[in-house]
């Protein structure tokens, strides 16, 4: 037995989730909805991943904020934002250009259910809540946004006391502790990362018990459109990347565990802790990622961007009325705003079809006829999502290298 832990612990976790993959497939397809007797395990991994990503945020930031230069911080913080706001609004061009293409929805009818709208926080209600009005209540919350504010003002703070003559022991003392939470955080993440494969697992068994291939088969024009769509923008981060120099093949090697996570939980925030672990195995600078990642899970959702786009395409195309030029504009900047307003956890997505949808016009029964493969196009919508905010963050790091390099 401690022999066969052994090799467990020594098998790559690519390898150990992949063959994870397989069998919960295969175990959803045998038992059917007898799997959700899995659910526990599965549910125990979102958890274990929840539970890191408070101290993650809060101690990697604090840190990091104390490695770097103030003005360097600042300097990062708007490549940061400029890049997400712009990759979300050009994943919706490439997803209205490939459902155009494709045009899903035409022939299909509408549900006879009614469908009510959930409500959308708003880019306003967003920005406000970058300032915590209570700090116990945005962490209990997990107003990433806030934890992220709160983060950052209390590693400047500590940066100042380092720097101070009358305070400097006091700040060492205290950056000494949140250094030290930090690094006893993230070994608690190597023993998380061994159960992994586990939860991925009695997830994948439980959705495909659940879903079985019906609802893929049902609406599969939709779901392939998206995926075609997903496979296009991985395509443009490629270029990007060796645009920057940037490998490829180095950067899917560390990559990979993190998008077959977030492929699985379908929450960006649930993966944080792999996405951070990734970043930092790519040798990015922690001063970086630790707050582009957390603000990237939560505002940066470019597989979403694409599925807006999609699922808009789709709507119109039920009801006979393809999108016009104005129309496609109109998604384009709501659905890019939307996508800063809504937080990424599982179902977010449904919540940001609607907007735009209400925006548009379109009607909200075909919302109700997409929440079918909710959980089928969320899987590589996720994924997408932690794809390019890893991507934009080894981009930024590149640039902040190349310059540092430029300066010396």
């Not at 299909?108 to 209570?134: D, K, M, Q, R, Y």
């Not at 006091?170 to 993230?186: F, I, K, P, R, S």
């Not at 104005?326 to 907007?355: D, F, H, K, N």
Request: aromatic share 8%; net charge neutral.
């Amino acid at each position: 037995m401690k022999r066969l832990w052994q090799g467990y612990l020594k098998t790559s976790l690519i390898l150990k989730i992949t063959v994870a993959l397989v069998l919960g497939v295969l175990t959803g397809l045998v038992f059917g909805e007898g799997a959700s007797v899995l659910t526990p395990l599965g549910d125990l991994l979102l958890n274990l991943l929840n539970f890191l990503i408070l101290p993650l945020i809060l101690f990697t930031l604090i840190v990091g904020v104390n490695q770097t230069q103030l003005s360097s911080l600042g300097r990062m913080g708007g490549k940061t934002f400029l890049y997400y706001t712009a990759t979300s609004a050009f994943a919706i061009i490439v997803g209205l250009t490939v459902a155009t293409i494709f045009s899903p929805g035409t022939g299909l009818s509408l549900p006879n259910e009614t469908f009510e709208a959930p409500e959308n926080p708003g880019v306003i209600s967003v920005l406000l809540n970058i300032v915590p009005s209570n700090i116990v209540t945005a962490f209990s919350e997990y107003n990433l946004l806030g934890i992220i504010f709160t983060a950052i003002v209390f590693g400047i703070a500590i940066s100042y006391l380092r720097s101070s003559s009358e305070h400097r022991a006091l700040g060492e003392q205290v950056y000494n502790v949140a250094n030290g939470l930090n690094e006893a955080t993230l070994t608690i993440m190597k023993g998380i990362l061994q159960y992994v494969p586990i939860g991925v697992f009695a997830i994948v068994a439980n959705t495909v018990g659940s879903q079985g291939l019906n609802t893929l088969l049902e609406l599969g024009n939709v779901v392939a459109v998206l995926y075609v769509g997903i496979a296009v923008q991985i395509v443009i981060y490629i270029l990007l990347m060796l645009a920057f120099k940037i490998s490829p093949k180095a950067f899917f090697s560390q990559a990979r565990t993190p998008m077959l996570t977030a492929f699985v939980t379908q929450s960006s925030s649930g993966t944080l802790p792999l996405t951070l672990n990734a970043a930092k195995n790519l040798g990015v600078s922690k001063s970086l990622y630790g707050f582009s990642l957390p603000l990237g899970a939560t505002i940066n959702m470019d597989g979403a961007a694409i599925r807006i786009a999609v699922s808009a395409v789709f709507a119109a195309n039920v009801v006979g009325q393809p999108l016009g030029l104005t129309e496609m504009l109109m998604v384009v900047l709501v659905g890019t705003l939307a996508s800063i307003g809504t937080a990424g956890v599982p179902g977010a997505g449904i919540v940001m079809i609607a907007t735009v949808f209400a925006q548009l016009g379109l009607p909200m029964e075909a919302v109700a006829l997409l929440t079918a493969i909710d959980a089928l196009v969320g899987m590589g919508a996720t994924m997408l999502n932690i794809t390019g905010d890893l991507v934009g963050t080894k981009i930024i790091d590149q640039t902040e290298k190349k310059k540092g390099t430029q300066a010396a």
